[in-house]
């Protein structure tokens, strides 16, 4: 019998034919040939084309997936090999699966027996346990200016002689022993500011306990940093006193530490963070920014700085419209009519609000961030703790502090000529606020200044003699009013199941240089545009 010229790859030299992988001779062949095929015989014919046709239809089938299908038919975007093995006969064993671990809830015991001396108790957790399936997120950039803001003491590391030179305009000092607060008063803030401030600390304590590090610190409630580096150059011997407070600037080497309105403001009804960025988040969606009005707004006490004093001449007149719509606040009358007209989640009706600060940086720099109006943010002198990564053009439209009125009126004019990209600098300021300026990240925050602090003090931290301790009964207990419902409202109600976030390492020179001259040039670049609108016009004129 003649063979076709492909038949040696089915039967071999020695004159046996492969079918299958099996070999049969060639004189067991031939007599089947003469007579009908029967049902094994056609079954070994069959097979290898049955084989290769399997074969041939996979490598179609990884064709067509690769090339997003074939004739329309594409594998739909769930199905990956992983999740197509069998459910029976899984390639990897099933994972056991455990339960969040749940977290514990303490509430504050305020029951005293008449003429009893209220103490701190002594039942709360010592410890911090996270839950097995908790992964640490990275925490949000901004954490690295706290590395920067520990930089003058990194080479040194921190005497009990620094922090008892930082005395000098502290309000109090705060001594962590054993994961117990103490505190030591030398003079009262304004307002509630120190009493919040020390608050917000306690509950850093109950969330984290048995992780914050025994230390030892000055802070400052008053707004203007007094550390000022001229005194204290690199050829100087005299090392700078480590003093905590609410912001600082270029000039200060003073450490910067989220401020008291986190916890609340009860002077002027300011709710604490976590409810206020809520009521936010709803007031954002009130209105829509097409549909809010198209000026500036801004409303204030213009009485604290003369920036703010000028700023009131870019209202609306008989002769100029700037574009602006700015009004005084008048606190007194507010507090005798019950904050009606101060409520912060309803003023977010203006497609663009302005920042200016204060005598120094202002705590409504957050609330009008997180507005989804375009900030309109008049040059700052002044920083707090996550500001600093703020990008112009980005997060904010910078404003010229030496021609207020001019700036307004052309960032107005150019977002209402480009106004995808003035919502699109609103949404990007909020979506910062609400996400990552969210109270779980300001506590870690704190814990992770503090805990960077720790690691430079020299001397191990002692409980001082003036000192009394401080928790959250014997403040929360005796408290009234609208201070005893904000701390209420803001007690961590017991030790978290999560670790904090993972602080990112600090900024190399060159990075660090590298985002200061990208905000530089983005602030540049609106100045040209300014500049040019402006000789435009007069062009027209």
């Given at each position: ?7 040696e ?11 299958g ?30 084989l ?7 490598r179609?089938?990884?064709?067509s997936?690769s090339l997003?299908?074939?004739g ?8 990956t090999?992983?999740?197509m093995?069998s ?15 749940p977290r514990i809830?303490?509430p ?7 003429n ?11 410890s911090?346990?996270?839950?097995d399936?908790d992964?640490?997120?990275s ?10 803001d ?8 921190i005497?009990?002689?620094m ?7 502290a309000n ?5 022993v ?5 505190v030591?008063?030398y003079?009262?803030s304004?307002q509630?500011?120190?009493t919040f ?5 306690l ?9 914050v590090p025994d230390l030892?610190l000055?802070?400052d409630?008053?707004?203007?940093p007094?550390?000022q580096?001229q005194?204290?150059?690199e050829?100087?011997?005299t ?5 905590f407070?609410?912001c600082?600037?270029d ?18 009804n300011?709710k604490?963070?976590d409810?206020?960025v ?9 209105t ?6 198209a000026?500036?707004?801004w409303k204030?006490n213009?009485?604290v ?6 700023l ?5 007149s008989?002769?100029?419209?700037w574009n ?7 606190w ?7 904050f009606?007209e101060?409520n ?12 200016i ?16 109006s375009e ?7 002044y ?16 404003i010229?502090e ?14 209402e000529?480009?106004k995808?990209k ?16 969210k ?7 704190m ?6 602090y720790?690691k430079?003090l020299?001397?191990?931290p002692?409980?001082?003699e ?10 929360a207990?005796?408290?009234?009013g ?9 007690l961590?109600?017991g ?14 020179p ?5 985002l200061k001259?990208?905000?530089a040039?983005?602030i540049?670049?609106v ?9 435009t ?5």
């Amino acid at each position: 019998m003649q063979r076709a010229d492909d038949e040696e790859d089915v039967v071999g030299r020695s004159g046996k034919m492969r079918v299958g992988g099996y070999f049969f001779s060639d004189r067991v062949r031939r007599p089947f040939m003469k007579r009908t095929p029967t049902l094994p015989a056609l079954f070994l014919c069959f097979l290898p084309c049955l084989l290769v046709g399997a074969f041939l239809s996979t490598r179609f089938l990884d064709l067509s997936a690769s090339l997003g299908g074939v004739g329309g038919l594409a594998t739909p975007p769930h199905i990956t090999a992983k999740n197509m093995q069998s459910p029976k006969h899984p390639q990897d064993p099933p994972k056991t699966l455990k339960r969040p671990l749940p977290r514990i809830e303490i509430p504050l015991n305020c029951t005293l027996a008449p003429n009893q001396t209220r103490t701190c108790p002594n039942n709360y957790p010592i410890s911090f346990r996270a839950d097995d399936l908790d992964r640490p997120t990275s925490c949000p950039d901004y954490y690295r200016w706290i590395h920067e803001d520990l930089r003058p003491w990194k080479a040194t590391g921190i005497t009990q002689e620094m922090v008892a030179q930082a005395r000098r305009t502290a309000n109090f000092r705060l001594t962590i022993v054993g994961g117990r607060a103490y505190v030591e008063w030398y003079r009262k803030s304004f307002q509630s500011r120190d009493t919040f401030t020390i608050w917000g600390i306690l509950q850093l304590l109950r969330r984290y306990p048995g992780k914050v590090p025994d230390l030892d610190l000055m802070f400052d409630c008053v707004d203007w940093p007094v550390i000022q580096k001229q005194f204290y150059r690199e050829h100087n011997d005299t090392q700078p006193p480590p003093l905590f407070r609410y912001c600082g600037d270029d000039k200060s080497l003073d450490i910067v530490f989220p401020d008291w309105s986190f916890w609340g403001w009860p002077e002027i009804n300011i709710k604490p963070w976590d409810s206020l960025v809520k009521e936010l988040a709803e007031g954002n969606k009130r209105t829509k920014w097409v549909d809010r009005d198209a000026h500036a707004y801004w409303k204030g006490n213009p009485a604290v700085a003369q920036t703010r004093m000028d700023l009131l001449k870019c209202n609306v007149s008989e002769n100029q419209d700037w574009n602006a719509r700015v009004f005084a606040q008048d606190w007194l009358k507010e507090s005798q009519e019950g904050f009606k007209e101060s409520n912060l989640a309803s003023q977010c009706k203006h497609r663009y609000k302005i920042y200016i600060e204060g005598s120094a940086w202002s705590v409504s720099e957050k609330y009008i961030l997180a507005c989804d109006s375009e900030t309109l943010l008049v040059t700052p002198h002044y920083y707090d703790f996550f500001t600093r990564s703020l990008m112009p053009v980005h997060h904010y439209w910078p404003i010229k502090e030496d021609s207020k009125c001019k700036s307004i009126k052309f960032a107005v004019d150019w977002g209402e000529s480009h106004k995808k990209k003035a919502q699109e600098i609103g949404k990007s300021a909020s979506k910062f606020i609400l996400e990552d300026l969210k109270m779980d990240y300001v506590y870690d925050y704190m814990f992770h200044l503090l805990n960077e602090y720790a690691k430079l003090l020299k001397f191990k931290p002692t409980v001082p003699e003036k000192a009394v301790e401080f928790c959250s009964e014997s403040m929360a207990c005796p408290a009234q009013g609208v201070a005893k419902t904000f701390m209420m409202e803001s007690l961590e109600k017991g030790p978290a199941v999560k670790n904090p976030c993972t602080l990112p390492p600090p900024y190399d020179p060159r990075s660090l240089f590298a985002l200061k001259r990208r905000q530089a040039n983005s602030i540049m670049q609106v100045e040209t545009w300014e500049s040019n609108y402006w000789k435009t016009r007069s062009a027209k004129n």
